[in-house]
């Protein structure tokens, strides 16, 4: 992978013959006692200080990915829009610095269903983001929940259901990374002899969780599961050379894991 252009909001890299764009929606602020050591006990004034602070708060990017092979825009996660807290929603002008034409994205696929993945669907003022889109994929198991979400209403019946062994045309293979969510799942995509892993929520604070993929966050689904679901993905990224792109990694959230010392590194990209 190689970054062709950047800006405030965007990178776009190669991948084989595609082009790979990490779009910031923007970033939330959370607790420290959001994460969790072993025996689900949060975190406090124990917090390891490799963990940077924003007022006394972790704070997480919060990004999407495009999967561009020239003809079609494939969209991972969609961001928060107006739904959540106003430090997110930046997606439409992470899109036009990028020179990606919104009426190209024809499909859009969740990696789970929480509002900062699934609201950029509809833009702040309630026109739809994506005019033209055709496909609309949601995780089997999660259905129910997307169709929870009354701001979303109007694709409700639009969504359809994918699960673990789908195959996304002939560059896209969807693994299960359940826990965080029942239905959270990760999306490799492959090209020329490259592939990236975008993860969706496998991460939720770099700076500890790949040192320590033990810890877990407090709106894991199920504690277990998502701790298990990380260290998979962490070795199959760092043993099959696979990229990783994730919602929550640092702006732009794409690069590689390492294996170091009993856990993993983060070497961005
Ligand atoms: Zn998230």
Request: hydrophobic share 40%.
């Amino acid at each position: 992978m190689h970054r062709i252009t950047s800006g405030e909001l965007h990178s776009t890299y190669t991948l084989g013959d595609l082009r790979i764009t990490a779009l910031r929606d923007g970033y939330v602020d959370m607790p420290v006692g959001r994460l969790r050591q072993r025996g689900a006990k949060p975190f406090g004034d124990d917090l390891p200080e490799q963990v940077p602070l924003f007022g006394g708060q972790l704070r997480l990017s919060v990004n999407a990915f495009a999967i561009d092979d020239g003809n079609e825009i494939i969209l991972i996660d969609t961001g928060a829009a107006n739904a959540w807290h106003p430090t997110m929603g930046r997606l439409p002008q992470a899109l036009d610095e990028a020179g990606i034409d919104v009426e190209k994205v024809r499909t859009v696929c969740f990696t789970h269903t929480h509002l900062d993945h699934i609201h950029g669907l509809v833009l702040a003022d309630g026109r739809d983001a994506f005019p033209r889109l055709a496909r609309l994929l949601v995780p089997r198991q999660e259905l129910g929940l997307f169709r929870t979400e009354a701001r979303l209403k109007r694709f409700h019946e639009m969504a359809q259901p994918f699960e673990a062994g789908d195959r996304l045309g002939t560059h896209v293979d969807i693994i299960g990374a359940h826990g965080h969510e029942v239905g959270h799942s990760c999306f490799r995509v492959s090209s020329g002899g490259e592939h990236i892993l975008i993860w969706g929520d496998t991460v939720h604070v770099p700076s500890l969780q790949f040192d320590r993929p033990e810890v877990t966050w407090e709106f894991d689904e199920d504690q277990d599961q998502a701790r298990e679901s990380r260290l998979r993905l962490l070795a199959l990224a760092a043993d099959d050379h696979c990229f990783v792109a994730g919602a929550h990694l640092d702006s732009p959230g794409i690069g590689r894991v390492v294996r170091s010392g009993g856990g993993f590194r983060f070497e961005p990209l």
